[in-house]
């Protein structure tokens, strides 16, 4: 046993495992970072579409069929239609 650890054998199995270690240490820090930059992106997303959907609740119909790219006869035709909506 002594004479297999004093071998190059040994030495180069020795290095082979430190590798692997290092090698699979960084894989799971890489793959642990990419998991919360993930995260603070879904969340930076999700704060982004609150903000979004407060300034579309602030539009009328006309004005978010304008912001949406819709041409101004065509929008012109929504005005009006949330108060015949509400008195129905």
Do not use: W
């Amino acid at each position: 046993m002594m004479a297999f650890l004093a071998s190059p054998a040994a030495k180069l199995l020795a290095a082979v495992l430190i590798v692997a270690a290092v090698f699979g240490a960084g894989y799971v820090k890489g793959r642990s970072t990419g998991k919360i930059q993930q995260m603070k992106d879904t969340v930076e997303a999700v704060q982004k579409r609150g903000e979004i959907d407060n300034e579309v609740g602030k539009l009328g119909d006309y004005s978010l069929c304008l912001r949406l790219g819709g041409m101004p006869d065509d929008c012109v035709k929504l005005r009006g239609m949330e108060s015949t909506a509400e008195g129905q």
